[in-house]
């Protein structure tokens, strides 16, 4: 399998940016909130406060079947209060070496073997589609999107975590997703940013 190289998506002070203050008001396994006080390119004399979430940055992939169906994964969400069908994601758990190949590459395989049951091809292609802000008002959580060109059934299913709510595995063709999306069907920022970056670059039509 070959991997494109994949964009960094770093979370630091670039030039004119400067952080004043950082006060943590939160933090679980999960998130940490964070009380900041910065100051900015256009106002560089004066302080703006922002509550901040931080997440660990996760991988978001659009996998294909030989015969040309997408992998997706339905699974009731807690937030929601709905069950949503979306591409499989899941977060960079190694955060000291998140930018690597080869942990990007090992967190898109554990994905799609834990929620939906495949694997990546051998001979399969995995593009990178650079990153998102999944609701960048109020989180830095950054997502990697990823297509993968061909992806074959694993012989025992798929092994979901246990915190998780999966219901199963979907296989859409790409004019159903089209119809999906155009419905409001497809609600998930994650999903919506995939399919917005595939049609982008043409991978989808």
């Known amino acids: 399998m070959k991997m494109d190289k994949v964009a960094r998506c770093v979370i630091a002070d670039p030039a004119g940016w400067t952080t004043v203050s950082t006060e943590t008001a939160y933090a679980s396994p999960y998130v940490r909130v964070d009380e900041v006080t ?3 390119p256009s106002q560089p004399d ?3 406060s922002w509550t901040v979430v931080r997440r660990k940055s996760a991988v978001a992939v659009a996998a294909m079947t030989e015969d040309g169906k997408l992998v997706m994964v339905e699974q009731e969400r807690v937030a929601a209060r709905r069950a949503l069908t979306e591409f499989p994601a899941g977060q960079i758990d190694d955060v000291e070496n998140r930018f690597e190949a080869d942990v990007i590459l090992g967190t898109l395989q554990a994905e799609l073997r834990e929620e939906v049951g ?8 995995i593009i990178s589609l650079g990153y998102y802000f999944t609701s960048q008002g109020f989180t830095d959580e950054h997502i990697y999107l990823f297509f993968v060109s061909k992806v074959v059934p694993l012989s025992t299913g798929n092994a979901p975590d ?3 709510s999966i ?3 979907r296989l ?5 997703l089209k119809q999906m999306v155009a419905s409001n069907e497809v609600s998930d920022s994650l999903t919506l940013a ?3 970056r595939l ?7």
Do not use: C, F, K, N
């Open 199 to 205: 049609t982008a670059r043409s991978i989808l039509l």
């Open 46 to 48: 004066r302080d703006l």
């Open 172 to 176: 859409i063709d790409p004019a159903m």
């Open 38 to 40: 910065v100051r900015t």
């Open 162 to 164: 246990a915190s998780e």
């Open 167 to 169: 219901l199963g595995t």
């Open 194 to 196: 995939l399919y917005a």
């Open 118 to 125: 495949y694997e990546i091809a051998p001979d399969a292609q």
